[in-house]
């Protein structure tokens, strides 16, 4: 079974602030995905990292697949109260069908 | 454009009481999936199927059946109900795009069983 840990599993932030969020395996993974999910909602896909090393900005959030393939990380500079949700990372094994899905961030931003 | 739509969307049952929580897509996706979610533990697969009439199990299937006789259908049944088996469920489908799946969840059924 391929496990994601993900770091920390709460934070609570004052808005204007930079965080950094983690997302760490063991195991090697074809690609990863972020997803956000609000109170009452499913996730809803943010980004998918594909290559060893891979950086990819989503206005305030920046993406980075490790180089080995086993983690991520997710940056958010300036954070807005609308960042606040539950952050989920998600692996694609090699040669499999179906996702791996983190513990979770749940990261709150104080006005 | 309605996505994926699960029903109903809040369920209280009694220990031994079955149902089937429904969940229906219209983007013709092949792959769909049911996940249950609990604090501090993200998303843990249940069943999935990649496409009419095939199913496979997840890393919970225990307690749960599903089947596929449609594209557009994936319903999830719980045939004897356990307070374990409180949790948020979503269903999610994808294109199945071989590599860089990309799944659209439902927004959840919260089932309380008690």
């Known amino acids: 079974t391929q496990l994601l840990e993900q770091s920390p599993q709460f934070l609570s932030i004052q808005e204007g602030e930079n965080l950094t969020v983690y997302c760490n395996s063991s195991s090697v993974f074809s690609s990863l995905q972020w997803y956000r999910q609000e109170p009452g909602e499913g996730p809803v896909l943010l980004v998918t990292v594909v290559t060893g090393g891979e950086v990819k900005k989503l206005k305030r959030l920046t993406f980075q697949f490790g180089d080995a393939r086993k983690d991520s990380s997710l940056h958010i500079t300036a954070a807005q109260t609308g960042d606040t949700g539950l952050y989920l990372c998600?692996?694609?094994?090699?040669?499999?069908?179906?996702?791996?899905f983190g513990t979770g961030t749940r990261l709150t931003i104080i006005p | 454009n309605a996505g994926v739509t699960q029903t109903p969307k809040f369920q209280v049952l009694k220990t031994g009481q079955s149902m089937t929580l429904q969940c229906a897509q219209d983007m013709n996706h092949e792959y769909m999936s049911w996940y249950r979610q609990d604090p501090g533990m993200g998303l843990r697969l249940i069943h999935y199927s990649v496409g009419a009439g095939i199913t496979d199990q997840g890393e919970v299937p225990n307690g749960y059946n599903v089947s596929r006789s449609t594209t557009e259908d994936f319903p999830l049944r719980l045939l004897s109900a356990a307070p374990s088996q409180t949790s948020v469920y979503f269903c999610?489908?994808?294109?199945?795009?071989?590599?860089?799946?990309?799944?659209?969840f439902g927004s959840g059924t919260q089932l309380s069983v008690l």
């Open positions: 999610a489908s994808s294109y199945f795009t071989g590599g860089d799946e990309k799944l659209f």
């Open positions: 998600a692996g694609l094994g090699f040669g499999n069908e179906k996702l791996t």
